[in-house]
């Protein structure tokens, strides 16, 4: 039993140990290069504007309900979807940052950044056109 105990609290020791380490590591990462944009677009969810090409003024309600489910809204512009990103450490949801503005056109500004075929953006500002 006590070698139980010390086994324990060695482990303890341990984790506690790694935690200033592994937030060390964060504070050290570095956040990709990024282009400064400003445009207008289309805020949709995902979900509905992929698989159903649903969009537009009667689809609204549905798309903050989606939102509310975990659907991911997006930005649509000149036909490429960006998909919201937080740069904060973990990450926030865009979701109800983009809800007020489901199906409406809006002004963004923020920052693009390009990986694995996907764009992505952090919104610095967003405003109803």
Not at 10 to 15: I, M, S
Not at 37 to 60: I, M, N, P, W
Not at 75 to 91: F, N, Q, R, T, W
Request: aromatic share 4%; hydrophobic share 45%; with cysteine.
């Amino acid at each position: 039993m006590k070698r139980l105990a010390l086994a324990v609290a060695a482990l303890g020791f341990v984790a506690l140990g790694a935690r200033p380490a592994v937030a060390q590591d964060m504070m050290q990462m570095k956040m990709a290069e990024g282009e400064e944009v400003e445009f207008t677009a289309q805020v949709v969810d995902l979900s509905c504007k992929v698989v159903y090409g649903l969009t537009g003024e009667e689809h609204r309600m549905c798309a903050q309900v989606c939102a509310d489910q975990g659907i991911p809204l997006v930005l649509l512009h000149d036909g490429e979807i960006y998909m919201p990103v937080s740069k904060a450490m973990p990450g926030t949801g865009s979701n109800e940052q983009l809800k007020p503005h489901a199906e409406h056109e809006v002004k963004v500004k923020g920052k693009v950044i390009e990986r694995a075929g996907q764009k992505t953006i952090i919104i610095e500002s967003i405003e109803v056109v």
